[in-house]
C-alpha cells in the first residue's frame, strides 16, 4: 500500500518521494527517547508540493482513511514531535533558501528548511540577528523553531522565537493557502465573510475567543516562557485586530503547515561584557537574579551551571575546564552578559557590581571577547555529559519545565529531591534568568527498570513545576512526550478548550495527530526506543 501510495503522490508532486525501507528507518527517529516508522517521505521542492500532499491526505480522510503528515526539519526535536506514522515532509532538502532580506524593513523571508545558523551568518554581514536563537542553531532549521516556539540564551532579554514572527504563509488541512498577520478590525470583518475553510476558521476562533474568554484567561502562567497547548490569549487584541500567527508559533505542526516566514530581525553588536560570578548560597543566587533582571538595561545572557555538572565534567575529561575552572567547585556558576554597546554596558557592569558585591560573592569581569570564549567554554561544558555514555547509559532529555524567576530556589531544591528519591546523578544547567532549568538524568532506557522510572520521574517533575506555578513545556512545545500532562497542567475545561481549536484547524486528525494531545502514557511507553542515540545528526555534534 506505501508503494502505490508513493506512486500516486510522485505522479502529482515535483519534489521526490520515497517509501524505501532504509530511508524510513532514518526518519523513525528524532532528538526524543521515541520512535516511530512513517509510511513514506516527501521531499517537496515547493509550496505546491505541500498543499497538494496536504490535499490528498485531506480527501483520504473524508473517505475514512488516515493518513497523517507530519513536517520535520532536521529531527532535532526532543519531545517527539518530527516524527510519524504517515508521510513525512523533509523541508531541508530543497525549500531552504532566505527568499529576500530586507535592510530597510529589518525584516527576512526564508523557507522552514532554512538552516539557523547559515540565516544568523547572513544576517551578521548586514548588522542584524535572530536573538532567540537555540542551542542547536547549527544544526537546526527556521521551521522547526518557529513551530517549537524556541528560546535560547539571549531570550530572557529578548524573548522567545515568536516575538520575531511577523507573518507566515501555512498550508491548512485541506490543501488550502493562508497567509497570517496582524489584521485590522476592518480586515478581519472581511476574513471573517469568506466561504473558505481559512473563514470557517476565523469564524470558529473568534466565537471560541468570545464565548469562553474566561477559560483562555486561565492559560497564562506566572513565567516568561510557556509553550503547553496553543496561544489563544495573543490572538485578538483590544482593539479588534486579530492574527492566526500565535496559535502556529510553537503549534508543532498540529494545526497547520508553514511553507515561508517573515521574521523581524534586532541590530546586531557582537560586543559584550559578561560577569562570571560563583555562588554557594541558594538564597543570595534567588535574589541576585531578581534583581539582575529588575535591571533598566538588564542582562541579554542569565545562565546557569551547577557544580555537580563541573564536577562530573571534570571526571570524564579532566583537561576541558584545565587554566580556566580548577576544583574545588563553587555550587553554582553565574554567567551574566550584557550587549548594547559600549557605553551602556559600562552603565550595566557598574550596577551589576553593587549587586553581587551586596552577596559577598567572587566574580569576574571581562569585555576581551578572547577571554569570553574560555568563559563560555564552561557553560559549553555540558557537550561532555550529552555526548558521554557508559555501555547504554545515555544522558535523556526528559523534561523542559520553566518556573517564575521568584521560584527557582524552590525549582532547583525540588530538582535535587527527585533525582536523589531516584538514585541518580545531578547536573543541572540552563537559562535560570527565565527559570528554565535543565537536568538530563543518564539511563538506559533498553532496561525495564529504568523504563519504569522514567514516566515515574516526568509526572513527578512536571507536579514539581506545576506546584510551582510552572510550565511543562518551556523552551520548545510539548510534543508526543509531554502531551499526557497538558490536562493536568491547565484542567479539563481549558484543556478541552484546546482540543477545540486543534479540531477547527484539523477536523480529520491528518496533521501530526498525537502531538501536543490525545497521546496517553501507554501510547508512549509502546513507541519507546531500546537504545538511545542521536546518529541522525552526529555530522552536526557537539550537541547542546
Given at each position: 500500500m506505501n508503494n502505490k501510495v508513493a506512486h500516486y503522490l510522485q505522479e502529482h508532486l515535483v519534489g521526490e518521494v520515497v517509501a524505501g525501507t532504509d530511508a524510513r528507518h532514518h526518519f523513525e527517529t528524532d532528538g526524543s527517547i521515541l520512535h516511530v516508522t512513517p509510511s513514506l517521505l516527501v521531499y517537496p521542492r515547493s509550496?505546491?508540493?505541500?498543499?497538494?500532499?496536504a490535499r490528498f491526505s485531506w480527501q483520504l480522510a473524508e473517505r475514512g482513511r488516515i493518513i497523517p503528515i507530519t513536517a520535520r526539519g532536521m529531527g532535532t526535536d526532543g519531545t517527539g514531535a518530527a516524527i510519524g506514522s504517515g508521510i513525512v515532509l523533509s523541508f531541508p532538502a530543497h525549500m531552504n533558501r532566505i527568499l529576500e532580506l530586507d535592510t530597510k524593513a529589518h525584516s527576512v523571508i526564508v523557507e522552514p528548511g532554512t538552516n539557523f545558523g547559515k540565516l544568523q551568518q547572513a544576517l551578521h554581514t548586514h548588522g542584524r540577528y535572530l536573538p532567540s536563537f537555540p542551542p542547536s542553531l547549527d544544526y537546526s532549521t527556521?521551521?522547526?523553531?518557529?513551530?517549537?516556539?524556541?528560546?535560547?540564551?539571549?531570550?530572557?532579554?529578548y524573548g522567545p522565537m515568536k516575538a520575531y514572527?511577523?507573518?507566515?504563509r501555512v498550508v491548512l488541512a485541506n490543501g488550502e493557502v493562508i497567509e497570517t498577520q496582524r489584521l485590522s478590525k476592518r480586515d478581519f470583518s472581511k476574513k471573517l465573510g469568506l466561504s473558505t475553510f481559512e473563514g470557517e476558521i476565523y469564524r470558529s476562533i473568534d466565537t471560541l475567543i468570545e464565548e469562553r474568554f474566561d477559560l483562555i484567561e486561565k492559560l497564562e502562567r506566572g513565567t516568561t516562557l510557556n509553550n503547553a497547548g496553543y496561544d489563544m490569549l495573543s490572538v485578538k487584541q483590544k482593539d479588534g485586530s486579530f492574527d492566526l500567527t500565535p496559535l502556529f508559533t510553537g503549534s508543532q505542526g498540529t494545526l497547520g503547515i508553514i511553507t515561508e516566514a517573515v521574521l523581524e530581525t534586532v541590530d546586531y553588536d557582537p560586543k559584550t561584557s559578561l560577569i562570571l560570578a560563583q555562588f554557594d548560597s541558594l538564597e543570595y543566587l534567588?535574589?541576585?537574579?531578581?534583581?539582575?533582571?529588575?535591571?533598566?538595561?538588564?542582562?541579554?545572557?542569565?545562565?546557569?551551571?551547577?557544580?555537580?555538572?563541573?564536577?562530573?565534567?571534570?571526571?570524564?575529561?579532566?583537561?576541558?575546564?584545565?587554566?580556566?575552572?580548577?576544583?574545588?567547585?563553587?555550587?553554582?556558576m553565574l554567567f551574566i552578559e550584557f550587549d548594547g554597546g559600549e557605553k551602556p554596558s559600562k552603565k550595566a557592569l557598574k550596577k551589576a557590581r553593587k549587586i553581587l558585591d551586596k552577596f559577598t560573592v567572587r566574580y569576574d569581569v571581562t569585555t576581551e571577547?578572547?577571554?569570553?570564549?574560555?568563559?563560555?567554554?564552561?557553560?559549553?561544558?555540558?557537550?561532555?555529559?550529552?555526548?558521554?555514555?557508559?555501555?547504554?547509559?545515555?544522558?535523556?532529555?526528559?523534561?523542559?519545565?520553566?518556573?517564575?524567576?521568584?521560584?527557582?530556589?524552590?525549582?532547583?531544591?525540588?530538582?535535587?529531591?527527585l533525582m536523589s528519591a531516584h538514585h541518580l546523578k545531578p547536573a543541572v544547567w540552563g537559562q535560570v534568568g527565565d527559570g528554565n532549568l535543565n537536568v538530563m538524568p543518564r539511563m538506559n532506557i533498553g532496561q525495564v527498570g529504568d523504563k519504569q522510572k522514567?514516566?515515574?520521574?516526568?509526572?513527578?517533575?512536571?507536579?514539581?513545576?506545576?506546584?510551582?506555578?510552572?510550565?511543562i513545556s518551556a523552551t520548545s512545545a510539548e510534543g508526543r512526550l509531554h502531551a499526557p500532562y497538558l490536562e493536568m497542567m491547565y484542567g479539563p475545561e481549558a484543556y478541552s478548550l484546546l482540543q477545540k481549536v486543534k479540531t477547527i484547524f484539523d477536523p480529520y486528525g491528518t496533521l501530526n495527530p498525537g502531538v501536543k494531545m490525545g497521546t496517553t502514557i501507554d501510547t508512549i511507553k509502546s513507541m519507546m526506543r531500546s537504545e538511545y542515540d542521536l546518529s541522525h545528526i552526529h555530522d552536526y555534534l557537539p550537541r547542546n
Open positions: 509550496e505546491n508540493d505541500v498543499r497538494k500532499t527556521i521551521g522547526g523553531a518557529i513551530a517549537n516556539n524556541v528560546s535560547g540564551m539571549k531570550s530572557v532579554k514572527v511577523k507573518s507566515l534567588q535574589q541576585a537574579i531578581l534583581e539582575l533582571r529588575g535591571m533598566e538595561n538588564m542582562p541579554s545572557a542569565l545562565e546557569l551551571v551547577d557544580q555537580f555538572a563541573l564536577t562530573q565534567i571534570q571526571e570524564l575529561n579532566p583537561n576541558h575546564l584545565k587554566d580556566i575552572l580548577k576544583p574545588p567547585f563553587p555550587s553554582f571577547p578572547d577571554e569570553q570564549i574560555q568563559c563560555w567554554k564552561i557553560r559549553d561544558a555540558i557537550n561532555v555529559l550529552l555526548a558521554h555514555n557508559d555501555g547504554l547509559l545515555k544522558s535523556l532529555p526528559l523534561f523542559d519545565g520553566a518556573v517564575p524567576p521568584d521560584r527557582v530556589r524552590e525549582f532547583l531544591e525540588g530538582i535535587y529531591r522514567i514516566f515515574r520521574m516526568m509526572e513527578e517533575f512536571d507536579r514539581l513545576v506545576l506546584g510551582l506555578s510552572g510550565t
